[in-house]
């Protein structure tokens, strides 16, 4: 890997042990490993993992696609999600079809028990919204955003991109006897970005392959790992440290930003759910003692899988006829645990201090 050369050669796996094992690396590991297993414990006591799952994968989807400048809002967001509006931004529904994805992607996990090269192109394809796949046109670079400088040119022959992908999979679904899988978690979206296989989508497609390889590993159950938010945070550096391994072929610095990634979403992701379960307790409680009529934990419960709610979900949900859900809302408005709001021909019933905490 020549210091000055243009085009950086891209090397198989499995890198050189001692390069991805060091001491600093070891240690990271362990606290990182800890920090996730703790996560995996506490999510696995919310009693409904609907409800966290569909909060905290919509953070996740508008915090991958905030990373590519993809900036939509929260309300935004939401609003898109109940009222199946045609005319979104262009933004909110790049979100939408990120979140649309990682769904897409669980479920194949948890069908196949792992992944092939073409589940990765059919990820990508929810993702981007169209079927350009595997890239055949030469062309692509990646450059530095502010001087246009070609930082790094990926292989360019269809034929290569695919030797490298199967490469890839195999490390992927296969961890080395004794690597840690988060040591192998960093050193694989080393190679997924650095093969970029696609024309677009390669960093969403490859951040959410990462969430993949957590749940193939069982190290977490459900798709609930934050990690970009601490991605955009240090974006400086997940793009410099990419660069500078491209670069030197130097794994520690790397790897290390990722283990500390884990780590420091996971606690941040444990404090979350904590937050949200102590406001769940809260909100059963309130609507026990100010709207006892129409308590049903299925209600309440409801109100966190659908921050923000309508009638029709609440029909769907608890099998109600209109009026009776138009009435519950209305309850749950006037005891302060809901904020309606009007949207075209919609009243939409918003959880706000849910909405709150998920923004962080
Ligand atoms: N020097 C680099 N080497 C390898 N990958 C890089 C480098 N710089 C950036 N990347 C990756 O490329 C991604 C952007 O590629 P792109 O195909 O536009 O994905 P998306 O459309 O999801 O943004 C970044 O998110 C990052 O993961
Ligand atoms: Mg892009």
Sequence with gaps: MGQNAPYYVLDKLPPKREKVETINILRQANVATAALAELKGIAMTIPNQAMLINAIVIQEAKGSSEIENIITTQDDLYKALAINK??????????????KAIFHGFNITEEQGFLRVNDIISIQQELVNNTAGIR?????????????????????????????????IIHYNQNESDLSPLINLAILHYQ??????????????????????????????IPILYLSSYIIENKHDYYRLLNQTNKTGEWEEWILFMLKAVESTSLQTI???????????QTIKKVQEK????????????????????????????????????RYLKELERVGVLESQRVGRETLYINSE?????KG
Aim: no cysteine; hydrophobic share 40%; net charge neutral.
């Design 291 to 326: 709207a006892p009529k129409i308590y049903k934990k299925e209600l309440v419960e409801l109100l966190f899988e659908q921050p923000y709610s309508k009638i029709e979900f609440v029909v769907n949900h608890l099998q109600v006829e209109r009026k009776a859900a138009s």
């Design 136 to 168: 055949s046109t030469p062309g692509t670079v990646l450059k530095n955003d502010k001087t246009g400088e070609i930082v790094y040119t990926p292989p360019q022959d269809k034929q290569e991109i695919l030797d490298f992908l199967s490469n890839f």
């Design 86 to 99: 045609s005319n979104i931004s262009a933004e909110t529904k790049e979100v939408v079809d990120y979140r």
């Design 192 to 221: 997924f970005e650095s093969i970029h296989p696609f024309y677009d989508g390669n960093g969403r497609t490859g951040r959410i392959l990462n969430i993949l390889y957590l749940i193939l590993n069982k190290l977490i159950d």
């Design 354 to 358: 849910l909405i709150e905490i998920l």
């Design 271 to 281: 404090d979350k759910i904590n937050m949200i379960r102590k406001l769940l307790g």
